[in-house]
């Protein structure tokens, strides 16, 4: 199976006071199909537990083109485009009832293993998996983002990781750390229903009662929001109006 795709109503519980889907939604909603597809493939958390592995994220872009209003109906679907040997390359779409693409994403999702934290290589662990050579965006070659000089920033705020935002690999969810850019932006008035990117590296997880530091520059025509736990450099995420 080298593809997944999963048709569904967007809930207003995952939607604004617009009713129209979150963007750290959306994100969520990618996760879940992923996990999907993972598991009808053999690769899903619980089979790679027992296997004291888990996958993690460690880079993505998305663009949101529309956000779907509450009740609507979408298509979501995500396939693997291989590996490198360090990181599985998978892409999402979701388009709506007219197959017009709603928000399009390329992520990089090394393997590690549960306690150690440490990487696994990805040449045995997904030998003969099946692949789909389609990329979902232009950016299908995500590098490393460089942040500027964020001594004098724009904005900052903090926060505690606290009991709702950890997920099952015992971190801070990949989804909230959007949700955080996302809140960091809104404070300067940023159009969120015009189609927007926002390309993520993840760095350093952040664990139970840390406390996180967001700060955001602007710098030309991005914005770039800075993520710092007790560990350092968490997320560098960069937001881009298109």
Known sequence: MDSFEQTLDIPSY??????????WAAVRLCQEVSEFHSKATGIGYEDMLKQNR???ISRAYYIIYKRPAAFEKVMLSTWSRG???LFAFRDYRMVDAKGETLLAGTTYWPMIDFA????IRLKEAL????YRQEEATNHSVLDRLRLPDMS??????????????????QHVNNSEYVKFAIDSIMQTGFDID??????????????PNDTLSVLR?????????????????????????N
């Open 54 to 56: 888990i996958w993690i």
């Open 116 to 119: 150690s934290r440490r990487p």
């Open 83 to 85: 590996n490198d040997g």
């Open 194 to 207: 015009r189609p927007f990117s926002i390309e993520m590296n993840y760095q350093h997880e952040t664990q």
């Open 152 to 169: 004098e920033c724009d904005g900052r705020f903090e926060l505690q990781a606290q009991f709702s935002l950890i997920d099952h690999a």
């Open 217 to 241: 520059k602007q710098m030309d025509d991005a914005t770039f929001v800075q993520i710092s736990n007790s560990r350092g450099l968490s997320v560098i995420a960069k937001i881009v109006q």
């Open 127 to 130: 030998a003969g998996y099946e």
């Open 14 to 23: 995952l939607c604004d006071r617009k009713d129209l889907l979150h963007p």
